[in-house]
């Protein structure tokens, strides 16, 4: 079946020590995003890609980055993670991003900042 | 800009109904609406495009009225598969002209109970 996956499912790391989480997809999507969600809260975009096109929303950190080498792989940094950073992480993908366009997430990686 | 659902929570017992309402200060073209599961991805439900439709997924069915900016999800005959957080997504203008990116209200928890 046609999926969005997340590696890790759960990833712990200490303060300060980047960490990479992974996303990949075989849905040949155009377009992929990456959300932050913190508990009981909504899911915050950070930044997308549209094709190779990098889109980074205002208000994300430096300290988070990202890379799209290729169509079905997309990769978030976070170069040196706070106690502020633990939270799930969350891909998504859709064909395009006009208004009717469905987001598709994957399953999210839960971080752990110690 | 983010959109606003009501009621916050809901506690209902198995085969009631329920009402979960997304309002938006702006014009709206489309809204999404999601259910996540505790610990999960959001699922997708369904997405409304034009003023005044409705659609229905299993007895989860829903209306968009565009004048007043608002959606309406109707959860029929409640069942415990019913439980979780259900989130409306509305469009707003990305950075790439004519792109649209999602905003998610703050969620409105949805318990069932036997």
């Known amino acids: 079946d046609a999926m969005v996956i997340q590696n890790p499912r759960y990833q712990v790391t200490q303060f300060g020590k980047p960490v990479t989480l992974s996303c990949s997809q075989t849905?040949?999507?155009?377009?992929m995003y990456w959300y932050q969600q913190k508990s009981s809260q909504a899911p915050k975009l950070l930044f997308h890609?549209?094709?190779?096109?990098?889109?980074n929303e205002a208000d994300t950190p430096d300290n988070f980055q990202s890379r799209r080498p290729n169509t079905s792989f997309c990769f978030l940094d976070i170069r040196s993670p706070g106690l502020g950073d633990a939270a799930m992480y969350l891909c998504?993908?859709?064909?395009?991003?006009?208004?009717?366009?469905?987001?598709?997430f994957g399953p999210g990686t839960r971080l752990l900042v110690l | 800009q983010q959109p606003v659902q009501s009621p916050q929570a809901v506690i209902l017992r198995e085969g009631e109904d329920a009402v979960i309402n997304c309002s938006s200060s702006?014009?709206?073209?489309?809204v999404h609406w999601y259910r996540q599961k505790h610990g999960e991805a959001p699922v997708f439900l369904m997405i409304?495009?034009?003023?005044?439709e409705q659609k229905g997924h299993e007895k989860i069915s829903a209306s968009f009225n565009e004048k007043k900016q608002q959606s309406s999800l109707y959860l029929t005959a409640s069942q415990l598969s019913y439980s979780g957080t259900y989130f409306c997504g509305t469009p707003i203008t990305g950075i790439i002209q004519g792109a649209q990116k999602l905003v998610f209200g703050q969620g409105t928890r949805l318990t069932i109970n036997p």
């Open positions: 849905l040949n999507h155009n377009v």
């Open positions: 890609y549209y094709d190779k096109d990098f889109n």
């Open positions: 409304l495009l034009k003023g005044g």
């Open positions: 702006k014009a709206l073209y489309s």
């Open positions: 998504a993908t859709s064909r395009g991003v006009t208004a009717q366009e469905t987001q598709y």
